[in-house]
């Protein structure tokens, strides 16, 4: 559905509407395929539930295809140090599905393009992207710090912007860096947990580049009034309504859609789309898939669908065994 692309192909990996947390794209040009941010969680807690047993069979699904596309990619970048955007080396089949074995997979041989974890880093994702660096990053042929930097593969350049606020300004989840694609006048923008964007400078750092696709983490209205406002809330959906009539494609997704009200919250930005002939699509949508939301309907899920006997059993473990031990699913 990449209709403004005839270069470039945008390839939707994992994402909240293909049932996980993740922002996960693959895009390949001519010259190199590039893996973005090639991670994958599932919410640990919500409404008082751990994840569902079909959460954690997407969960699988989707790791598996990071790694068959990884293993494609010749670049894989990493945006931040969350773990739905990076794959750690630990042992964790209860949150992230992950080991040593699946960080190889992902990044061995590859050209690593990521975010600085010394500058404009907390302490959380110093210490995780130090930890990367030595572990699941030492798979690379190449490691490289990517903040405000261009690379260049044959006539494809990917550039990374410099540190943007994860969220409002100052907010104290840090920083993430925005990459933008470019090959033969075509240009894919990818901009995760920008939250919006609130902050007015990630705002304009976004309609500079003038990119026929943005690939975009919308606002976590579920964190209203716990960690956002709801001013920060109405500001990201202004500022994606001034988005989505400047770029002709919008794929809008991630924390957005961990609410189930999200299309109503969306629904102003999808008609300033439409006023000017723009697109405004989930990951899924744009795939040409429904949407396929599964922690936003957690309670459904539980109340739909009681999880088996041995999955209960698995759930009471401490939950150091549970993840070194895979769930029956």
Wanted: with cysteine; proline share 7%.
């Amino acid at each position: 559905m990449d209709y403004y692309l005839r270069e470039i192909l945008v390839t939707p990996v994992a994402s909240e509407s293909l049932g996980v947390r993740s922002m996960c794209t693959y895009v390949e040009t001519p010259d190199v395929k590039i893996l973005l941010d090639a991670g994958v969680s599932l919410g640990p807690n919500r409404f008082g539930l751990p994840p569902h047993p079909r959460e954690y069979r997407a969960l699988k699904d989707r790791r598996e295809e990071i790694i068959r596309f990884a293993e494609k990619s010749n670049v894989v970048t990493v945006s931040h140090y969350h773990f739905d955007h990076h794959t750690p080396s630990f042992t964790d089949w209860v949150y992230n599905w992950c080991s040593a074995e699946i960080a190889e997979k992902t990044y061995r041989g590859k050209t690593v393009l990521a975010k600085s974890y010394r500058e404009y880093a907390n302490f959380s994702q110093r210490r995780r992207g130090w930890l990367f660096a030595k572990t699941s990053g030492g798979y690379a042929e190449r490691l490289e710090v990517a903040d405000n930097r261009t690379f260049m593969f044959g006539d494809t350049s990917i550039s990374f912007s410099k540190p943007v606020f994860h969220g409002p300004e100052g907010s104290d989840l840090g920083w993430v860096i925005i990459s933008v694609i470019r090959h033969k006048g075509e240009c894919v923008l990818f901009a995760p947990d920008v939250q919006g964007p609130i902050s007015q400078e990630t705002l304009s750092i976004i309609l500079n580049e003038k990119p026929q696709v943005a690939i975009i983490g919308g606002p976590p209205m579920y964190l209203a009034e716990f960690r956002l406002s709801h001013e920060d809330i109405s500001l990201a959906i202004e500022n994606l309504k001034i988005i989505a009539k400047h770029i002709p494609v919008v794929i809008l997704d991630h924390h957005l859609l961990r609410d189930e009200n999200w299309s109503y919250a969306v629904k102003p930005v999808i008609e300033s789309a439409a006023s000017v002939g723009h697109k405004v699509l989930t990951s899924a949508e744009f795939m040409g898939k429904e949407n396929y939301l599964l922690e936003a309907f957690r309670r459904r899920l539980y109340a739909d669908e009681p999880p088996s006997s041995d999955f209960m059993r698995w759930l009471k473990k401490p939950l150091a065994e549970r993840k070194t031990t895979p769930p029956p699913i």
